[in-house]
């Protein structure tokens, strides 16, 4: 064997910061310093914020995007070293120098699959194997060459026996030799990556299983929802990644099958007119014509297929996590009650919620699909009345959620709560019910049943959508495109890391938030949360410095978590907060605790106020900015005034209505204000008060970038009352 020792990650020719030079278009110094915080273990928001003189000033974006770059590489790297072991053990002589140094040089999974894919236990033994034991090799070399050799000479009368069987294997050998020839391989890499003028399509059709179901087939209605996909064909350079979603998702449910077709591939074969001896070009044009058709295409086919798959998939994630992170920076409603409806067409579960959360009432009351039935409308007069008018509704948004709308757009209308501003909104049910039978939320409601908890959740959505929504799996959460069409695995990684992230750009209230928004704090992991919390019942926490006698917090962690962990003045410490014996500790508040600024950044801080002649408290007072903004600071000290300066950005709460409107009263060319909803590859789902959110297609959008939470004036373009659709336009 040509190698006895196992290779490490030294053997790739590259190292990492150079491949995230190039994948992120950063210089490869800024890549360098990035990649040693990443190596150190700091995590996306610590970086973005408090890193910003290392990173040369990256956004947020840059940031997570040379994370996730990072990430691949450093995965990158093992596969290759994986890949070099492996083949190390099974090849020999020149071929093994060639496929480790191919490898050395492999770049993504692509560069790695070509490579090891040449030197695949075969299932069968090829006819190019085959002439290898017959002792062919060398001719179909020679001929590969441009040398002259003697045919008929080969023939032995065994198995070799006429001129007819000798060109065949030769054919097999020297197409073999055509297909692995590295300008072949190169060729084909880059053919799979679409860097080509090749006409490449995207079909698909009908399955063969699907052309055989009847009306009445258990399946057979599938074949409606993929209709559009059954003689569907674009160009591949124009698909969009939700098309080739569906169309995965039709193959999935074998429905759909679909193809990559490419039309007149020669034409960038490299090796089309290589030299060979005239008295081989027919031959030589025969071979290449087999090697074409049976490998060069299918191989180009297939990598293309492969590229699409792995861009939508990755767009649907990134979806899906942007959503994330705009529903955990949503506004929470304040000083408010809430009466949240989890409805359905025999029972409506009903809850009603302090402006703190606190269940102060509860009921699974009879709904008649139209109607309250006398109880459960008693109950909700009465509950309006201790609110007073600082009242809303949340309202699910699954079965019988339009009817329970239109019956509370009823009663508002006929005065029945009493005089009052009195509004819903349509809360989103995804994850509740996972929720309600999880351990968390029988710990929470010992003595509620897993209904009621979810009508509790739906509520707490609109008062603290941030610490609600993180006790539940990101992936139940419903925010994204096709999520059920991409690797389970690698969403739930990148969710999970969003959520950590926008937890943390976010911060928490130390003293009060819970052991789920702890957790996800950078540099904390549930034993550490549990640590801070221990410590907060034994007296509150009154500075951010006293983290560090928590076990188990090392200096690294609490570097990490001090800047998202906000210690409000003892006065606001515990405003709103249900009354708790506690020990009095003697503590010197710190004020600088109550905002982002790091505390290795304090003395920095105090000195940029002292000379703006600025107090903390007065910091966003537009004067005040004036001053601070006007100073002549080094890049280090404009950090700092920057994070003083910063205020926290939110998405708006969700819309708020009287009624809803049924798509048949709607207008073709009526202007209304709507809220984003979601954001797809396709365009945004718009939530307008009606029964159904429209959608802005991204065709009707122009170049306007959109968020969860945003308003928008639209104007109806479309309806469909038939197929519950509603389209809209830009207003």
């Given at each position: 064997?040509?190698?006895?020792?196992?290779?490490?990650v030294?053997?790739?020719?590259?190292?990492?910061?150079?491949l995230l030079?190039?994948?992120?278009?950063?210089?490869?110094?800024?890549?360098k310093?990035?990649c040693?915080?990443?190596d150190?273990?700091y995590?996306?928001?610590?970086?973005?914020r408090?890193?910003?003189a290392q990173?040369?000033?990256?956004?947020?974006?840059?940031?997570?995007?040379?994370?996730?770059?990072?990430?691949d590489?450093?995965?990158?790297?093992?596969?290759i070293?994986?890949?070099?072991?492996?083949?190390?053990?099974?090849?020999?002589g020149?071929?093994l120098?060639?496929?480790?140094?191919?490898?050395?040089?492999?770049?993504d999974n692509?560069d790695?699959?070509?490579?090891?894919?040449q030197?695949?236990?075969?299932?069968?033994v090829?006819?190019?194997?085959?002439?290898?034991?017959?002792?062919l090799?060398?001719?179909?070399?020679?001929?590969?060459q441009?040398?002259?050799?003697?045919?008929?000479?080969?023939?032995?009368g065994?198995?070799?026996?006429?001129?007819?069987?000798?060109?065949?294997?030769?054919?097999?050998?020297?197409?073999?030799?055509?297909?692995?020839?590295?300008?072949?391989?190169?060729?084909?890499?880059k053919?799979?990556?679409?860097?080509?003028?090749?006409?490449v399509?995207?079909v698909?059709e009908?399955?063969?299983k699907?052309?055989k179901?009847?009306p009445?087939d258990?399946?057979?209605?599938?074949?409606?929802?993929?209709?559009?996909?059954?003689?569907?064909?674009?160009?591949?350079?124009?698909v969009?990644?939700?098309?080739?979603?569906?169309?995965?998702?039709?193959?999935?449910?074998?429905?759909?099958?679909?193809k990559?077709?490419?039309k007149?591939a020669?034409r960038?074969?490299?090796?089309?007119?290589?030299?060979?001896h005239?008295?081989?070009?027919q031959f030589?044009?025969?071979s290449?014509?087999h090697a074409?058709?049976?490998?060069?295409?299918?191989?180009?086919?297939?990598?293309?297929?492969?590229f699409?798959?792995s861009r939508?998939?990755q767009a649907?994630?990134?979806?899906?996590?942007?959503?994330?992170?705009?529903?955990?920076?949503?506004?929470?409603l304040?000083?408010?009650?809430i009466?949240?409806?989890d409805?359905?067409?025999?029972t409506?579960?009903?809850?009603?919620?302090?402006?703190?959360?606190?269940v102060?009432?509860?009921?699974?009351?009879?709904?008649?699909?139209?109607?309250f039935?006398?109880?459960?409308?008693?109950?909700?007069?009465?509950?309006c009345?201790?609110?007073?008018?600082?009242?809303?509704?949340?309202?699910g948004?699954?079965?019988?959620?339009r009817?329970?709308q239109?019956?509370?757009?009823?009663?508002?209308?006929?005065?029945?709560?009493?005089?009052?501003?009195w509004?819903?909104?349509?809360?989103?049910?995804?994850?509740?019910?996972k929720?309600?039978?999880?351990?968390?939320?029988e710990?929470?409601?010992?003595?509620l049943?897993?209904t009621?908890?979810?009508?509790?959740?739906?509520g707490?959505?609109?008062?603290?959508?941030m610490?609600?929504?993180?006790?539940?799996?990101?992936?139940?959460?419903?925010m994204?495109?096709?999520?059920h069409?991409?690797?389970?695995?690698k969403?739930?990684?990148?969710?999970?890391?969003?959520?950590?992230?926008?937890?943390?750009?976010?911060?928490?209230?130390?003293?009060?938030?819970?052991?789920?928004?702890?957790?996800?704090v950078?540099g904390?992991?549930?034993?550490?949360?549990?640590?801070?919390?221990?410590?907060?019942?034994i007296?509150?926490?009154?500075?951010?410095?006293?983290?560090?006698?928590?076990?188990?917090l090392?200096?690294?962690?609490?570097?990490?978590c001090?800047?998202f962990?906000?210690?409000?003045?003892p006065?606001?410490a515990?405003?709103?907060e249900?009354?708790?014996?506690?020990?009095?500790?003697?503590?010197?508040?710190?004020?600088?605790?109550?905002?982002i600024?790091?505390?290795?950044?304090?003395?920095?801080?105090?000195?940029?106020?002292?000379?703006?002649?600025?107090e903390?408290?007065?910091?966003?007072?537009?004067?005040?900015?004036k001053?601070?903004?006007?100073?002549?600071?080094?890049?280090?000290?404009?950090v700092?005034?920057?994070?003083l300066?910063?205020?926290e950005?939110l998405v708006?709460?969700?819309?708020?209505?009287?009624q809803?409107r049924?798509?048949?009263?709607?207008?073709?060319g009526?202007r209304?204000s709507?809220?984003v909803?979601?954001t797809?590859?396709?365009?945004v789902?718009?939530?307008?008060?009606?029964e159904?959110?429209?959608?802005?297609h991204?065709?009707k959008?122009?170049?306007?970038?959109?968020?969860?939470?945003?308003?928008?004036?639209?104007?109806?373009?479309?309806?469909?009352?038939?197929r519950?659709?509603?389209g809209l336009?830009?207003a």
């Amino acid at each position: 064997m040509a190698h006895n020792t196992s290779l490490d990650v030294s053997f790739i020719e590259w190292a990492p910061d150079e491949l995230l030079s190039q994948q992120c278009n950063i210089s490869e110094d800024k890549a360098k310093r990035v990649c040693k915080l990443f190596d150190e273990g700091y995590e996306v928001a610590f970086v973005a914020r408090y890193r910003v003189a290392q990173t040369g000033n990256m956004t947020t974006d840059e940031v997570r995007r040379a994370h996730e770059s990072y990430k691949d590489i450093k995965v990158l790297e093992q596969k290759i070293v994986k890949a070099a072991n492996t083949l190390s053990q099974k090849v020999e002589g020149p071929e093994l120098v060639d496929a480790l140094k191919g490898l050395q040089q492999a770049r993504d999974n692509e560069d790695i699959l070509v490579i090891t894919q040449q030197f695949a236990a075969e299932k069968r033994v090829t006819k190019a194997a085959k002439a290898r034991e017959l002792g062919l090799a060398e001719a179909a070399q020679a001929i590969f060459q441009g040398k002259a050799v003697r045919v008929r000479e080969l023939i032995n009368g065994a198995e070799l026996s006429d001129l007819k069987t000798v060109e065949t294997y030769l054919k097999h050998l020297l197409a073999d030799l055509i297909n692995k020839h590295p300008e072949t391989l190169a060729m084909v890499r880059k053919i799979g990556q679409l860097d080509t003028r090749l006409f490449v399509s995207v079909v698909g059709e009908l399955s063969a299983k699907a052309k055989k179901l009847k009306p009445g087939d258990p399946n057979h209605d599938q074949i409606k929802h993929f209709e559009r996909y059954i003689n569907f064909t674009r160009n591949a350079h124009q698909v969009e990644n939700c098309q080739i979603l569906a169309l995965e998702r039709g193959a999935e449910r074998e429905i759909v099958s679909w193809k990559v077709q490419i039309k007149d591939a020669e034409r960038e074969h490299p090796l089309k007119r290589h030299p060979v001896h005239p008295s081989h070009l027919q031959f030589y044009q025969t071979s290449f014509a087999h090697a074409l058709d049976q490998s060069f295409v299918p191989k180009c086919q297939r990598a293309i297929a492969r590229f699409l798959t792995s861009r939508a998939e990755q767009a649907a994630i990134e979806c899906f996590a942007r959503n994330l992170r705009q529903l955990f920076s949503q506004q929470p409603l304040s000083d408010l009650h809430i009466i949240a409806l989890d409805p359905g067409y025999k029972t409506c579960k009903m809850a009603f919620l302090s402006p703190l959360g606190e269940v102060l009432g509860h009921l699974e009351s009879r709904f008649g699909g139209q109607r309250f039935f006398p109880e459960g409308l008693a109950h909700l007069k009465n509950w309006c009345k201790e609110a007073g008018s600082r009242c809303i509704f949340a309202v699910g948004d699954g079965t019988a959620s339009r009817e329970t709308q239109v019956e509370l757009g009823r009663l508002f209308n006929e005065k029945a709560f009493g005089p009052g501003d009195w509004k819903f909104c349509v809360v989103s049910e995804s994850g509740a019910s996972k929720y309600s039978v999880t351990p968390l939320a029988e710990a929470e409601f010992p003595d509620l049943p897993p209904t009621t908890r979810s009508a509790i959740s739906l509520g707490r959505r609109l008062l603290d959508p941030m610490g609600e929504y993180v006790k539940i799996e990101p992936q139940h959460l419903g925010m994204g495109m096709y999520q059920h069409s991409v690797p389970e695995k690698k969403l739930s990684t990148k969710l999970t890391e969003t959520v950590r992230e926008a937890v943390s750009m976010r911060g928490v209230n130390v003293n009060t938030a819970s052991l789920q928004l702890l957790q996800q704090v950078c540099g904390l992991n549930k034993t550490t949360a549990a640590g801070i919390i221990k410590m907060r019942e034994i007296a509150p926490i009154k500075r951010r410095a006293d983290l560090q006698k928590i076990k188990g917090l090392g200096a690294k962690s609490y570097e990490q978590c001090a800047g998202f962990l906000i210690v409000l003045p003892p006065d606001q410490a515990e405003a709103g907060e249900p009354a708790k014996k506690r020990k009095k500790v003697e503590a010197t508040y710190e004020p600088l605790d109550a905002t982002i600024v790091h505390p290795t950044q304090y003395e920095e801080a105090k000195r940029i106020l002292d000379k703006a002649g600025v107090e903390l408290e007065q910091r966003h007072q537009q004067e005040a900015v004036k001053k601070l903004t006007k100073l002549n600071l080094t890049p280090d000290e404009s950090v700092v005034r920057d994070l003083l300066l910063a205020e926290e950005k939110l998405v708006p709460a969700p819309l708020l209505q009287t009624q809803i409107r049924n798509i048949g009263s709607l207008k073709v060319g009526e202007r209304l204000s709507g809220r984003v909803q979601n954001t797809t590859d396709f365009g945004v789902f718009v939530d307008i008060g009606a029964e159904k959110s429209g959608l802005l297609h991204r065709s009707k959008a122009g170049q306007q970038v959109f968020e969860v939470g945003q308003v928008v004036n639209v104007c109806i373009d479309q309806t469909d009352a038939a197929r519950q659709r509603i389209g809209l336009r830009l207003a």
